[in-house]
T-cell receptor, first 112, second 109 residues
């Protein structure tokens, strides 16, 4: 049982490059989330999807876009990466819109 | 503005030395308070949900309690495998989780 799978695990980008972080869950969960984790800042919500076909902005959405491709998959896109987007990104899912989240192992992104 | 503050930032214990971690919050309309454990290089793992003041939850050596202003995570006779960062998060009606910065716990053998 894989749970929440994120790819890639590590990525280095140059300023201005674009990339997409992929996330898939196999628990038949309705809600999916993207967080970023930075030292001294805690986990901050970027975007979430309460159900298939819907997406909403979180606390720090600027510079990101998301796609809820189907019930299993929720991707995060950086159109023009900036050094301030250097972070660890976590995807999470939940049965419904509650705080009991299941997290992936993270994607470590460095923007030079 | 909703705030979640965890203390201490870091805690070192000897194996068997019981202690508590604190999570204080200022949230109107609390819907739930959540505790997670995060190991280095991994995603957070859900531990407990507390919904109302006076509620307690237990799991092995961990016990979480909740008052109207704070939550405690009590660790009884910890073992080295309890070493991790413990995160607290609050959820209020109509909003998503707000996480604290975590307490990094180290248990020495």
């Amino acid at each position: 049982n894989a749970g929440v799978t994120q790819t890639p695990k590590f990525q280095v980008l140059k300023t201005g490059q674009s990339m997409t972080l992929q996330c898939a869950q196999d628990m038949n969960h309705n809600s999916m989330y993207w967080y970023r984790q930075d030292p001294g800042m805690g986990l901050r919500l970027i975007y979430y999807s309460a159900s298939e076909g819907t997406t909403d902005k979180g606390e720090v959405p600027n510079g990101y876009n998301v796609s809820r491709l189907n019930k299993r998959e929720f991707s995060l896109r950086l159109e023009s990466a900036a050094p301030s987007q250097t972070s660890v990104y976590f995807c999470a899912s939940a049965v419904s819109d509650t705080g009991e989240l299941f997290f992936g192992e993270g994607s470590r992104l460095t923007v030079l | 503005e909703d705030q979640v503050t965890q203390s201490p930032e870091a805690l070192r214990l000897q194996e068997g030395e019981s202690s508590s971690l604190n999570c204080s919050y200022t949230v109107s309309g609390l819907r739930g308070l959540f505790w997670y454990r995060q190991d280095p290089g991994k995603g957070p793992e859900f531990l407990f949900t507390l919904y109302s003041a006076g509620e307690e939850k237990e799991k092995e050596r961990l016990k979480a309690t909740l008052t109207k202003k704070e939550s405690f995570l009590h660790i009884t006779a910890p073992k080295p495998e309890d070493s991790a960062t413990y995160l607290c998060a609050v959820e209020k009606s109509g909003s998503r989780l707000t996480f604290g910065e975590g307490t990094q716990l180290t248990v020495n053998p």
